[in-house]
Each structure stands twice: as structure tokens, then as C-alpha cells.
């Protein structure tokens, strides 16, 4: 606006022609560079948004519609509709509770009221809260409200009105650096204008001249009115040739007001300095770079739900993962076993006989296969086995779908189990506890009611009193055979199996059953039916990704519910137990926080933690929380609702797609395929991120750092500004939104896993980069001076561009800002231009690689921003006219043009081969060794 009021007055004192065009430009290029930077981050919200939808389509429920059980998305639950809920699901709408499945279900309200004790949900008390968690329990619920209209659609809708995003650790960074630059650009700027303001006074004050136009023939009369001839030399001049302007030197200061156009248009330059100078085009950076990660993460497996998570997951030094799922294939399947105190070592082996059931060689009777076969099917919380293609699909906990294939040989059929459960009456279960780690069953039959438990076989081993015989009679465990079956489960641990310990207790009558939240007081003196050995393989991607991890200088450590010597063998297998040590949950619990940390110390050779076995959530939040405090960055796996403390508590969350709801919510990451390897892919876009950032910031350096060189050199030399305003916001442009494009979409690679991390305080700009930086604007400013100083004074012409009329000359006083296009000034812009073009391809480099053209054409986005923007370019310098300060140039000189710019590889090769102290994590493996 201010470059457009200037060029009117200057119209209207026909001091120029023309001069409200590059006004017009500016706004029009100020416009474009808005546009482009609001379209962008439009797109960024509207593809956001698009993984959100996406996000809730894969969350599917099931409803009684018709009378049929049906799955639907989340997003299709209605009002009316009958919704079936399990323990550990999050609560989508609000509802009434009905007492079809458990007559008692316990809810965790602690997400919406901040209430810590579970809430009693029974016919008395029926009300289900949207946003809350069925902790325990089955049931059926009546849904009476959803989305917006339900409690927790209000509550978001409030959050999402107050909302105050938080930076990330990279932006806040990123945000003191563009404060820092901006004050370096504005000391610039004000150094600019206080020397072109210099020149101003000293041109309009000091040696005032008035420009006349003399009359032929016409006696002049000044001062004393004294009539001068025409071959007089005093300081009046008269009688000029006609239509010859002269000059009139007058003997006191004469101020001329038309003058004051220099000086605004000396203000609009420093302002554009500081547009210049300020990189708005960080922030714009971070969001393509992290939009764009997000969208191709989505294709490695990783639904990121936080962008900060994507960025974070890059300094990431410790992974604290589970075992089920996610090192392993979550398909449990029973491969040994005892049942009646007659062990198995081939679940085939097993099989049907007249009287009762044959193991192997050996048998036990009908009672003891009933009551295996009850303990297996009619203590179950959450599974389901279907055929599919010819295939068992899984559905629910993988354990109880093992136990599930595993009835197949107990009943002699595939599908009898459904209606095995069918004909049983269950009155009462107790969920599985993590707390507990078991789960408990009460059925009804014409003999009394009979409890039925499962879980950790030392835990269920030690609530036994007696154990089943093959004849189906009991007997007394005495110490000797504790011993036995202790060392028999240990047996089966030690071979990678979960062990779980089945037992039974029979009561004549019926007990205050509801009288007790977790049935503790009920699993007392009980018999033992049997163990069972499940074993669910490893993935076979795991061992490479955790080997991957340890090269990249990440601690993997394995924090699991199972048996010591289990986590041991799988932790030993899959690499992730080596020099260290396996610790248990109750052991862990009773150690101080210091001593826990010296077990964690990263420079501790001996004695590291790497397994965490029989550990509860609340054991795998404190590890996080020492970790984070001794101030290592720390991702964390979980798929249970009592995960979720841990996950919200990690830097990153990673929760399991086969997870709960609530575990995804807490999450930052939901790992599609509950795949470690899916993890290590997520740690490489992190690291890329972090790359492509620091790779923008050393090319955005490198023009700030030159423009503002090379226009505080034109200004202190009286050459003017040899770049214009409305050049330098198509810089602007160039190198915020195009260069944001262009390096912002860098994919990653697998040097990336080479290298140790980053942390919390690895720095953006290191000093590999300052070489690459300084190296380059020296390079580009030597060529810019050698432009705009290479000239003859004599001659007026240029030294070395051919048949090109010099803008400025020594020792002659010129205009402070360039009025007109001409060749000399615009090959400064073009050549300045054409340096940034091939200076990106150098800036894809920020190690001590070599070859930056190493996977260049594999980014497209890249390679087209580099040929519009020197498409672009060519028209403006060919087309812009005086909107842009532009002139055509000769062949000649555009030859002249791209041999410097070409140069800029060389000179960028040329600079590598300098060598400069790398930060410790800069370092490659190799270099590292």
C-alpha cells in the first residue's frame, strides 16, 4: 500500500511514469504468497480430517438390529439401537444399561468426572456415560443419545471452542529461531534505511540542487539580481541551449517536498528486508512436512491421531513394548500341557475315547474331560473363532481364541463349543484383573453351583489346595508335588510358553455372590484341573526391527505380564535380552526410584533392565516416568484400558488396533497391525521429519543471509538496492511455500536408522550446517558484488557482461533505488534466483553425504517444484516489464547466468569435502565404531 501511494504521488508530480505498478505488484505478490500458505494449510486440515474419518470408520460395533447381531462404524450408531459392550471398551453414546449378559457391570467415569473408584452400574443405578469405560463386566445397553447430543459430544464441543493448541518441543525451536532471525532482519533493515535516509539528506539538504529549465536567450536574475554572460562560471548558468535541463546551485538549502518519494520508497525497502529476513515459512514447513509423513505413515501401518507424535517419535531413545502382539503374532495356540496330572507334549495326540479321554497313551476319565472342557469354554470374557476362506479368524483376546481351537480335541469337533457354552447357565463372573491376573466364572447345574477359574499358573497354583487326579478323584498338593508342577511350568515357560493353571471349586448351594466385586474371597482351597502351554510364535520381522533399533542407538525393552522365565526366552530370542537382566513386577514395586534408575542408567555397562516380566500397568507407568526423568524420550506400547495412564504419560503413545478403546484414545499412534516392525517404521518418519526440517532451515538461511547482504552492500555503496520489493517477495515466496514443498516431502531412508537419536536436545542447526550455510551465501554474494561492481567507470559499460550498460558507477552519485529495469540489475536477480534453484538440490544434503542427487527423482514433488520455479522465473525476467524490475536478457547473458548458477553444485561439492566437527548423534554407525 505504501509502495502504491508513492508511485501515485510520484504520477501526479510527474516526477515518473508508471510509478504505481510495482505498488500493484506487491500487493498482488503479497496476495499470492498469502493464498498459497492459507491453501496449503487448508489442505493440511481438510487431509487431517479425512485420517480422522478414516480413524472412526475402523472402529466397528456391534448392535441387535432385526434381532441379529451386526457390526456397524461408530459413526453409524443410532439412537434405539441395542449396543453389545465388553470390559475394557470405551462407551460411544449414552445409554441405558440391560441385564442380559452380567447382572452387575463396574464402569471407570475417571475420564469424565475425574472420579478414581468405579461406579456400580445395575438396574437401581442404569445409566451408561458416553466417553466413560465398561471396566468389568458384559452387557447390552440401550442407546438414548449420540454425537453432540450425548454428555461427551458436549463436553468436545466446549474443549474444542476453548482449545489452545500446545507446541511440540521442534516448534517451540523453530519459533525462537524465526524471533532471532527476525531481529537480525530488522537491524538490518534499520541499517538500510538509516544509510539510504543518509544519503537522502545528504543529496536534499546539504547539496541541494534545483532543477531548471532555461529559456534561449533569456536573461536570468538571482540574488543580486547581477546579469551574468554566457561564458561566466560562477554558480549561476544562463542562457542554455534549448530544451536543455540545468542545474542551479543555490547558496542556502532548499528543500524540495516531491523529494520525500525517495524516502518512502527507501521505508518500503526496509520493510521488505524484514519480510524477507522473518522465515514464516518454518511454521508452513513443519505442517507439510508432518502432513505429508502422516498420510504415507497411514501406508506403513501407523495411524498417527497427534501430529506433534510423528515429529517426537523421531528423538525417541527408549521403547518399553509389549510382548503379546506385538513382538508376537498374537495367535495362541495350546502345544503342552497337564491335565488330571497326565502331561501332553502333542496337543494332536489328544482325542476322544469311550470312557473318557485319550492323552497320548494315556487316558483320564469323562469327569476330569468335563470338566477340563468347562474350564476351557465356560470361563471365557471376550472371543470368537469363525472359518473365513478356509481360514480361523481370531476375534477378541488372542488366549481365550487358543483355549477356544484348543476344545476342538477336547469335544471332537470344530463348532460343538458354541453350543457347549449355549446349554451352560452362568450366574456370575468376575472379569480378568490385571491386579489378579486371573478371571472367575460361577455355574449353575443340578449338583450346586461350581467355580470355574483361569489365569497365571503360579497364581492359580498357589490358591489350590488340592489337585485333580485322571480318575476324576482329588487329592491333596503336598510340597513335593508343588515342586513337581512348578518345575513343570517352569518347564514349558522356558520354552516360550504362556502357562496358564485351570482349577475348580464346587459349592452344594448358592452364595452372596454379588456380595463381592472381584470374587477374591470365593478362588479359596480350590482343585487343580489342569496346565496348559500356550505358545504364540514370534513375528518374523521382529528380530531384524529390534536389531534395526539398537543400531539406531534405541533402548527396546520388553515389559510383559508373563511368566520370568517366558519373557526371558522370547526377550532372548528376539534380541532384545542381552547383556542385561530380567526383572519382576513385585520385585520392581518394592525398589526406590533411585536404585530403579541405576538399573535403567544408559551408561550402566552391567545390571541393564531389559525385561520387565510379570508386571502390572501401574509397574509399566512408573518405568516411563523414570525414564522421562532421566531425561530420555520414551514411546511406549499398550492395548489395554489400564495401559492408559502409561500411554498419555509417554512422550509417545503407541497403542495396538486390537487394543481398547480407551487405549486408542489415550494413544498418539494406533498401530494398525500391532506390528513392532510398524513401530521402527514410525521412529524413520520421525527422523525424516526432523531431516526435512533442518534441510528447509539450511536453504532458507542461505537466501536470508545473502538477501540481506547483498542490499545492506548496494545501500552502504550508494548502488542502490539492487533487488526490488517485488523481487524479493517472489524470493519470499520461493522459499517459504515452493521450498517448503519441495523439502518438506523428502521420504526417508534407511541411513536414518544408522545414527544414534536425537533426544530432547539435539540441536537444528549444527555446525555441518553453518559450513554448508556461510559456504553458500559467500559463494552467492561474491557473484553478486562481482555483478554489480564490475564495471568501467570510463566507459560506462560492463567489465564482463557484454554489451551491458552499467547501473551504477563509482564516484557518481545514483539514484538510491532503482527507478527503471535495466540488464546490469536484473542479471543480479536472475543469477541470485537461479543460485536458490540449484542451491536446493544441495540443501537435500544435511550429513556427510557426498551425492546430493541420491534419490532425487524419486520425489516428484521436488523435481517440479524446481522446474516451475525456474519456469517461472524465465517469464518473469523475460515478460515482468518494469511491474518486476525486469529486462530481457541476451542469450549471452542467460549463458552467463546458469554457468554460476551450475556452479553451485561444484562450489556445494567442493564444501563438503571440508571437514567439521558432527554432533554425537549425527554420526553413523560406522563412524561411530
Not at 508530480?13 to 510509478?19: I, K, R, Y
Request: glycine share 8%.
Amino acid at each position: 500500500i505504501i509502495a502504491l501511494v508513492a508511485g501515485i504521488i510520484e504520477e501526479t508530480l510527474h516526477l515518473a511514469e508508471g510509478g504505481w505498478i510495482e505498488g500493484v505488484a506487491i500487493i498482488f505478490a503479497v496476495l499470492i504468497v498469502a493464498s498459497v500458505g492459507a491453501t496449503n494449510d487448508v489442505l493440511k486440515d481438510k487431509q487431517f480430517q479425512k485420517l480422522r474419518e478414516a480413524a472412526d470408520q475402523a472402529v466397528e460395533l456391534t448392535v441387535i438390529r432385526g434381532g441379529r447381531p451386526t457390526k456397524i462404524p461408530v459413526v453409524d450408531l443410532c439412537v434405539g439401537d441395542i449396543l453389545e459392550l465388553h470390559g475394557g471398551a470405551q462407551i460411544p453414546a449414552d445409554g441405558i444399561y440391560l441385564q442380559t449378559i452380567d447382572p452387575v457391570v463396574f464402569c471407570d467415569v475417571s475420564s469424565f468426572n475425574g472420579e478414581s473408584a468405579l461406579r456400580k452400574i445395575t438396574k437401581q443405578n442404569p445409566f451408561l456415560l458416553s466417553g466413560t469405560t465398561l471396566h468389568t463386566g458384559e452387557c447390552h445397553m440401550l442407546v438414548l443419545a449420540v454425537g453432540a447430543r450425548c454428555g461427551y459430544g458436549r463436553l468436545c464441543a466446549a474443549l474444542i471452542k476453548d482449545k489452545d493448541e500446545d507446541q511440540t518441543p521442534l516448534q517451540a525451536k523453530l519459533e525462537d529461531m524465526v524471533v532471532l532471525i527476525g531481529w537480525v532482519g530488522l537491524g538490518f533493515a534499520i541499517a538500510t534505511f538509516i544509510v539510504l535516509m543518509g544519503y537522502f539528506i545528504d543529496e536534499n539538504t546539504v547539496h541541494l540542487t534545483q532543477k531548471v529549465s532555461c529559456i534561449h536567450n533569456t536573461t536570468i536574475f538571482f540574488d543580486e539580481a547581477r546579469t551574468l554572460n554566457a561564458s561566466t562560471t560562477d554558480k549561476y548558468i544562463f542562457l542554455c541551449p534549448n530544451n536543455v535541463t540545468n542545474t542551479v546551485n543555490h547558496p542556502y538549502p532548499v528543500f524540495q517536498v516531491e523529494s520525500l518519494v525517495d524516502l518512502l520508497r527507501a521505508f518500503i525497502v526496509g520493510v521488505t528486508i524484514v519480510v524477507v529476513a522473518v522465515p514464516e515459512g518454518l511454521p508452513l514447513a513443519v505442517t507439510v512436512s508432518l502432513a505429508y509423513s502422516v498420510k504415507i505413515m497411514l501406508q506403513d501401518n501407523n495411524l498417527v491421531r497427534h501430529l506433534e507424535a510423528c515429529e517426537t517419535m523421531g528423538g525417541v531413545t527408549n521403547i518399553c513394548s509389549d510382548k503379546t502382539g506385538t513382538l508376537t503374532q498374537n495367535k495362541m495356540t495350546v502345544v503342552e500341557g497337564l491335565v488330571g496330572g497326565v502331561p501332553f507334549t502333542d496337543v494332536k495326540d489328544i482325542g476322544e475315547s469311550k470312557d473318557g479321554l485319550k492323552l497320548g497313551s494315556a487316558k483320564v476319565s469323562a469327569e476330569v474331560k468335563g470338566l477340563i472342557t468347562a474350564a476351557v469354554l465356560l470361563n471365557l470374557e471376550h472371543a470368537d473363532v469363525k472359518r473365513e476362506d478356509g481360514k480361523l479368524k481370531f476375534e477378541g483376546n488372542a488366549t481365550e481364541c487358543g483355549l477356544i481351537v484348543f476344545s476342538k480335541h477336547l469335544l471332537g469337533d470344530e463348532d460343538s463349543w458354541r453350543g457347549f457354552i449355549k446349554k451352560a447357565n452362568r450366574t456370575k463372573k468376575w472379569g480378568f484383573s490385571s491386579s489378579k491376573k486371573r478371571m472367575s466364572s460361577i455355574i449353575q447345574d443340578e449338583n450346586g453351583y461350581t467355580l470355574f477359574c483361569k489365569g497365571a499358573s503360579e497364581m492359580i497354583l498357589k490358591l489350590c489346595k488340592y489337585k485333580l487326579e485322571s480318575d476324576g478323584k482329588t487329592s491333596k498338593i503336598e510340597k513335593e508335588d508343588r515342586k513337581q508342577l512348578q518345575e513343570f511350568i517352569n518347564g514349558l515357560a522356558e520354552k516360550e510358553m504362556r502357562v496358564l493353571g485351570l482349577a475348580f471349586k464346587h459349592f452344594s448351594k448358592a452364595q452372596d455372590w454379588e456380595s463381592s466385586d472381584d470374587g477374591v474371597e470365593f478362588e479359596t482351597d480350590m482343585t487343580l484341573i489342569g496346565l496348559v502351554g500356550l505358545m504364540d510364535p514370534l513375528r518374523p520381522e521382529v528380530t531384524d526391527a529390534v536389531r534395526q533399533c539398537k543400531r539406531a542407538g534405541i533402548v527396546v525393552r520388553m515389559v510383559t505380564g508373563d511368566f520370568k522365565l517366558t519373557a526371558r526366552a522370547i526377550a532372548t530370542k528376539c534380541g532384545i535380552l542381552t547383556d542385561g537382566i530380567v526383572m519382576e513386577g513385585p520385585e520392581f514395586r518394592q525398589m526406590k526410584d533411585d536404585d530403579i534408575k541405576n538399573y535403567l542408567d544408559k551408561n550402566q555397562s552391567t545390571k541393564k533392565l531389559q525385561v520387565l516380566a510379570r508386571s502390572s500397568p501401574e509397574d509399566k507407568q512408573r518405568l516411563v516416568t523414570l525414564l522421562m526423568e532421566l531425561d530420555e524420550v520414551v514411546a511406549v506400547t499398550g492395548d489395554g484400558t489400564n495401559d492408559a495412564p502409561a500411554l498419555r504419560q509417554a512422550h509417545v503413545g503407541l497403542a495396538m488396533n486390537t487394543g481398547t478403546d480407551v487405549a486408542k484414545l489415550a494413544a498418539d499412534i494406533v498401530i494398525i497391525d500391532d506390528n513392532f516392525a510398524s513401530i521402527v517404521n514410525a521412529v524413520k518418519w520421525g527422523r525424516c521429519v526432523f531431516d526435512n526440517i533442518r534441510k528447509f532451515l539450511q536453504f532458507q538461511l542461505t537466501i536470508n543471509m545473502v538477501a540481506l547482504g547483498i542490499a545492506f552492500i548496494g545501500a552502504i555503496t550508494h548502488a542502490g538496492t539492487p533487488l526490488t520489493a517485488v523481487q524479493l517477495l517472489w524470493v519470499n515466496l520461493i522459499m517459504d511455500t515452493m521450498a517448503a514443498l519441495a523439502l518438506g516431502t523428502e521420504r526417508p531412508t534407511e541411513s536414518l536408522l544408522q545414527r544414534k537419536p536425537y533426544g530432547k536436545r539435539g540441536k537444528l542447526i549444527t555446525p555441518i550446517m553453518m559450513r554448508n550455510i556461510l559456504g553458500h551465501a559467500i559463494y552467492q554474494l561474491f557473484w553478486l558484488c562481482f555483478i554489480l561492481y564490475g564495471v568501467n567507470p570510463e566507459t560506462g559499460m560492463h567489465l564482463w557482461l557484454p554489451d551491458t550498460k552499467a547501473t551504477w558507477l563509482p564516484g557518481k552519485t545514483s539514484e538510491a533505488i532503482i527507478r527503471e529495469p535495466t540488464p546490469h540489475y536484473t542479471m543480479i536477480f536472475n543469477v541470485f534466483v537461479y543460485c536458490q534453484v540449484f542451491n536446493e538440490i544441495n540443501s537435500r544434503k544435511v550429513n556427510t553425504d557426498l551425492n546430493v542427487f541420491d534419490g532425487l527423482f524419486t520425489n516428484k514433488i521436488f523435481v517440479a517444484v524446481l522446474i516451475i520455479t525456474a519456469g517461472v522465473q524465465a517469464l518473469i525476467v523475460e515478460f515482468g516489464g518494469f511491474a518486476v524490475m525486469c529486462t530481457p536478457l541476451s542469450p549471452v547473458l542467460w549463458g552467463i547466468t546458469m554457468a554460476i548458477a551450475v556452479g553451485e553444485l561444484l562450489w556445494g561439492f567442493l564444501l563438503r569435502l571440508i571437514p567439521v566437527p558432527l554432533e554425537e548423534w549425527e554420526k553413523t554407525t560406522s563412524e561411530i565404531a
